[in-house]
């Protein structure tokens, strides 16, 4: 399956599509490496398309003065058996990886710059040869090149045992910190590191985003025996920050099952809530659409929910409250035991009674 650009002439696409030749032997060298200005802009990728990254990098060598091809073995991509759904699951990787493009943002003065940049420019998976071929976009080449200084490397075959794109966001983000040993960083910012800055729906509560994507994450490196804890910044009931303290990675601990590694806070979080956090599983609604989807069913309106999460915050008390007092009127609206003028008003005067300060009087 070939991914090329091609010219137009007269409303009519034509592609140069090269006949299928087996690729030289690939040479992939045993470290990745990045400009940290790469390394911590956002940018969300599946675990292939991670590991197709991690593995493009090994492509580069950087002692050389002009980016290689890539050249990888289909075989090194997955680890499956070889069958169409596995081409189809790499092809749909490529296809996406094409589209990524990198936001890097800077500062001089009061001069604020936006530069936008592609990462591949060209790939071609040929199930005949059994190699994914390409070309890294040109412009990435200060990002990946002859770096001398603000970059970060990591051993690919550590990335590779890596069975999450947010284990693989996250290891590379505190690879480039692990020099200093602590990185405190805004949640919103670390959100978009790891997800992509053109998702503002997924995980915007703390409590999801460590419950589905930061904690799984760090039960992975902990099974390489990176210790790496987190403790949660709060201004007010929110979480604003996040604080990282970073030791140095020690040998890789021996075969465990990962739910066995506990995930260390320095915050004060009791210890039945963090059995619970780490017991579910990605596919459950997060309670961020629980609690929005419990509140449309009782019939309030957008701004009104709104203000609900803005005042839960991520208080996990008061969340369990919530679901707990709202669920006998959704049962009596659903089951017909009541009949409601307005189910929505009726929701309000209820959260207004269980908790004072959701709209506090004014004085």
Same mark, same amino acid.
């Given at each position: ?9 007269s ?6 599509v ?10 992939l ?19 292939v ?9 090994g ?18 991509v ?35 710059? *936006? ?5 591949i420019?060209?790939?071609?998976l040929?199930e ?5 071929t390409g070309?890294f ?5 200060? *990002? ?14 550590t990335?590779l045992?890596?069975k999450?794109a ?5 290891? /590379?983000?505190?690879?480039? /910190?692990?020099?200093?040993g602590? /990185? @405190?960083?805004d *949640?919103? +910012?670390?959100?978009k590191?790891?997800?992509?800055d053109?998702?503002d ?7 999801? *985003? ?9 039960? @992975?490196?902990?099974?390489?025996? /990176? ?13 604003q ?9 020690q040998?890789?601990?021996g ?10 806070? +320095? ?34 309106t ?29 049962r009596?609206f &659903? ?18 009674? &269980? ?9």
């Open positions: 399956m070939n991914f090329h650009a091609g010219t137009y002439i409303g009519i696409s034509t592609f140069a090269p006949m299928p030749t087996v690729p030289a032997a690939a040479t060298y045993p470290r990745a490496y990045q400009a940290n200005a790469l390394v911590r802009a956002p940018l969300k990728l599946t675990h398309e991670a590991r197709i990254f991690a593995l493009a990098l492509c580069i060598h950087q002692d050389q003065t002009e980016l290689p091809g890539i050249s990888i073995p289909l075989s090194r997955m680890t499956q058996k070889k069958g169409g759904s596995v081409y189809e699951t790499i092809r749909d990787a490529c296809k996406s990886l094409m589209s990524k493009v990198v936001s890097i943002e800077s500062q001089t003065g009061n001069k604020k710059r *936006f530069t936008a940049y592609s990462i420019s060209y790939i071609d040929n005949g040869t059994g190699f994914l070309n976009a040109p412009e990435i080449k200060p *990002f990946l090149l002859q770096l001398a200084e603000q970059y970060t490397h990591v051993e690919i075959e990335l045992t890596l999450s947010h284990a693989h966001r996250l290891y /590379w983000l505190l690879k480039s /910190w692990d020099d200093v602590l /990185w @405190e960083v *949640f919103g +910012t670390l959100r590191q790891i997800l992509g053109d998702n729906v997924t995980y915007t509560l703390f409590y999801d *985003f460590k419950r589905y994507a930061l904690e799984p994450a760090l039960r @992975e490196l902990h099974s390489l025996g /990176w210790m790496v804890t987190y403790e949660p910044i709060k201004e007010g009931k929110k979480v920050a996040v604080r990282f303290t970073i030791p140095k990675p040998a890789l601990l075969e465990q099952d990962l739910a066995s590694v506990p995930i260390k806070t +320095t915050s004060k979080t009791r210890p039945a809530e963090k059995q619970m956090s780490l017991a579910l599983t990605a596919e459950l609604p997060t309670l961020h659409q629980r609690i929005v989807t419990r509140l449309h069913k009782l019939k309030m957008e701004a009104q929910i709104q203000h609900v999460l803005n005042f839960m915050g991520d208080d996990e008390a008061k969340i369990a409250k919530l679901m707990k007092v709202s669920h006998p009127l959704l009596d &659903e089951a017909g035991n009541k009949v409601f003028d307005n189910l929505g008003g009726v929701a309000i005067n209820l959260l207004k009674t &269980e908790f004072p300060g959701l709209y506090p009087t004014l004085k």
